[in-house]
């Protein structure tokens, strides 16, 4: 059967690069790339685009069957920094969304799986801090976290009553040079970037020494691919995938910047988001990914930092 994959939030950071690498695998033609606000040229010149709102479940189920939808990618969400602004709109956002969602996919036959993303956000301040395990003490205390654990409970409640194919991973942080991050905890790790090529300093909204789980995106996307294109039986879990890589904090960022910009400066001032990501893992038990798909990241802090550097060097320059 001739997939045809619906991508909600595509604007965003992820959904800007993961859309142009489904494209790639299913033909552009098949991937229906949908979100509130513009997207990219590169989006939009290469597959459809629709701007769409994903808390309009009448358009949704009228698009899902006029493309004859099998695969959802839901991405739109209000992210930890962001949502702590407006907790009870980033709660109906992030729970009533995904339920849209859900309830269209168990009411559309053609759509047979649903990917959508979780985060480190669902530990809390009782979550062992070191290798945090896939099951473990979880009682986030920040509205983001809390709707992602409230999400991954709704997903296996349809994969289990309504046999909805769902998959879902814990990202931790994500670090790209495409799209900038959308009023996340983690964003400090890519503007970090930006500030040292342009003005070779930095102030950092967390504390030098606050560690947390990152990934670069490319390990995200190769991770999410691989997750949608495993073999049903190999999962043991429809709640969402630990997956780890890299474990840093902004004075280790930092040093690594300096091998490129000497003189690079850094400094504190910490606020609300600090007393977030007081709440996080620093590091990942991501063994039973590895175990049931294959997860296998490649990106060190090393690789990453020179990538990151190239890149947005290059994007400042254009
Ligand atoms: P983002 O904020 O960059 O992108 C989200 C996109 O959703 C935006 O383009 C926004 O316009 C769109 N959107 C918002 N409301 C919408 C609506 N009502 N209808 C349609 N589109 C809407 O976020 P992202 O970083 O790409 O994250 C995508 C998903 O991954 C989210 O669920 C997020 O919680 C999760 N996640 C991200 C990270 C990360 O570091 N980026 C880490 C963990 C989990
Ligand atoms: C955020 O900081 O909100 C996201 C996340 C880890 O979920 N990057």
């Not at 930095?202 to 990152?214: H, S, V, W």
């Not at 930092?254 to 400066?265: D, L, Q, S």
């Not at 997860?295 to 930092?305: G, I, S």
Request: aromatic share 10%; charged share 25%; glycine share 6%.
């Amino acid at each position: 059967m001739k997939e045809n994959i619906m991508i909600i939030g595509a604007s965003g950071q992820i959904g800007s690069e993961l859309t142009l690498r489904l494209r790639d695998m299913y033909g552009a033609g098949h991937v229906f790339a949908t979100d509130l606000k513009e997207p990219a040229p590169d989006i939009l010149e290469s597959g459809p685009f629709e701007l769409l709102d994903v808390m309009d479940d009448k358009r949704l189920i009228h698009f899902a069957i006029r493309h004859k939808i099998t695969q959802i990618y839901h991405l739109a969400a209000v992210l930890s920094g962001n949502a702590e602004k407006l907790p009870m709109q980033a709660w109906h956002i992030n729970m009533n969304s995904l339920l849209n969602v859900l309830d269209l996919a168990r009411e559309v036959e053609d759509i047979r799986k649903v990917f959508w993303p979780s985060s480190i956000a669902v530990f809390g301040p009782t979550t062992p801090k070191n290798n945090t395990p896939q099951l473990t003490i979880m009682e986030p205390n920040t509205v983001y976290g809390i709707s992602k654990l409230a999400g991954e409970r709704w997903i296996e409640y349809f994969y289990n009553r309504y046999g909805v194919d769902t998959r879902s991973i814990r990202y931790p942080g994500l670090i790209s040079y495409k799209t900038e991050p959308g009023g996340g905890t983690t964003d400090y790790a890519v503007e970090i970037f930006y500030q040292a090529i342009k003005h070779g300093r930095y102030e950092c909204f967390l504390d030098g020494d606050t560690t947390l789980p990152m990934l670069f995106m490319t390990d995200a996307i190769d991770a999410t691919v691989k997750l949608m294109e495993s073999d049903a039986s190999s999962l043991s879990l429809h709640t969402g995938y630990n997956i780890g890589g890299l474990s840093f904090n902004p004075e280790e960022l930092a040093a690594e910047i300096r091998k490129y910009i000497p003189g690079f400066t850094i400094t504190y001032k910490t606020d609300f988001r600090q007393d977030i990501a007081a709440t996080w893992p620093a590091s990942i038990d991501d063994s039973v990914a590895r175990r049931d798909w294959g997860y296998q990241p490649e990106y060190d802090l090393a690789r990453l930092t020179r990538v990151m550097m190239e890149k947005i060097k290059e994007k400042l320059n254009k």
